[in-house]
């Protein structure tokens, strides 16, 4: 099969259905066709948790059916991996042998969980990155009793409300000596600590699983502290892959996290795009390449991406943000909040309240929120704007001060 588009794009998830869309917005006579590795019609990552809650029925995750497109006449071909670029004859190779050919090029590849523990071990280990990760858990719940989550991050946040909504007592353990050290300090770590104890979780910092032993009676994962726990499952809260292969092969620039592209997104290939968690793209707020693994990110570069590619050339400028409801708390990130040169703490224990930002000079990059979302929106201004924040340094020293107070640019 050789076929022929205008637009091709490369990745069926939410940046990749958002280009086609936004290019079929306005264009109405363009061959659009997407090509995606999931089997699955798009639904919704961010509900699979949801789902496994109980709160939702699978049936809700699915965003689109085979009819939307039909509608839209954008060609859809699902379960193909592609495997390297013709940048010379324009030209996109799947593994299964399929060739399109296309004048512009969007790739939206995504990402994979990172491949954890021996082969052994795999039937009894979850993920949750995909709809068939979700369905896998799903089914396995009724003979989980004694769940491991690992990992300090928000998947393992979620991994954690997914068993208690089950009425399973997880125990979690964290690398670490806090819970997510990387981002927030003792104090907002203490916090969340805190909130674990209160719901019967158990947890165990500066530990790591070193071995994994399978016996008639049960498993048994040691730590590298030589603690022995009884498991029968273990659910991992890590980070993902891309796919870079491909582009490697192809000689399209890849950077150190993902495809680089620039404030257009566009790769160092002409006619070829990226977006999603498959671009490392220049951010023109921090002005460094960064590569942002979340949903909101995914649409809005999509939605770009799809202008870009018909001629709507305009820099692509986003605060990134990540916000979780989870355990009773709302957990929210902002901005840059690993290359900062100093940091203010706000807290409010009383109220369960805490806020972390990050500073570059007297420039705030980034923001660490619990139960502070009504800040959300003025920090992300704030950093948008890139304001000298001196004269707020003794203001905001204070946890009583209001944040809303610090003008910005409507």
Known sequence: MHRHYDYLIIGGGIAGVTAAETIREHSADAHIAIVGEEPHMLYSRVLLPAYLKGRIARSKLFLRVAEDFTNKKIDIHGAERIVSIDVKHKDAIFESGKAFTYEKLLLATGGRVKEWGRQEDQPMVHRLQTLDDADRLFEAMPAIHNPLVVGSSFIGLEFLEIFLSNHITPLL???DAHFFGNVLDEQGSD???ENFLHLGIRVDYNDTIARIDHAAGGTTVTTKRLKKIPVDSIAIGIGIDRNLTYARKSEIEVGEQGIKVNEFLETSSPNIFAAGDAAEYYDIITKSYRSVGNWTNAVLQGKHAGLAMIGIREPFSSVPSYSITNLGFQI????????HERAIVRINKAHKQYERLFFKGDMLVGA??????????HLSKLIEQRL????????????SFDIHMIPVVR
């Open 332 to 339: 929210t990130v902002l901005g840059d909040t690993h290359n």
């Open 191 to 193: 916090l969340m600590h």
């Open 173 to 175: 353990l964290v690398r």
């Open 388 to 399: 000298d924040m001196a004269q707020w340094r003794s203001e905001l020293e204070s946890n």
């Open 368 to 377: 660490a929120l619990i139960n502070q979302f009504a800040d959300k929106a």
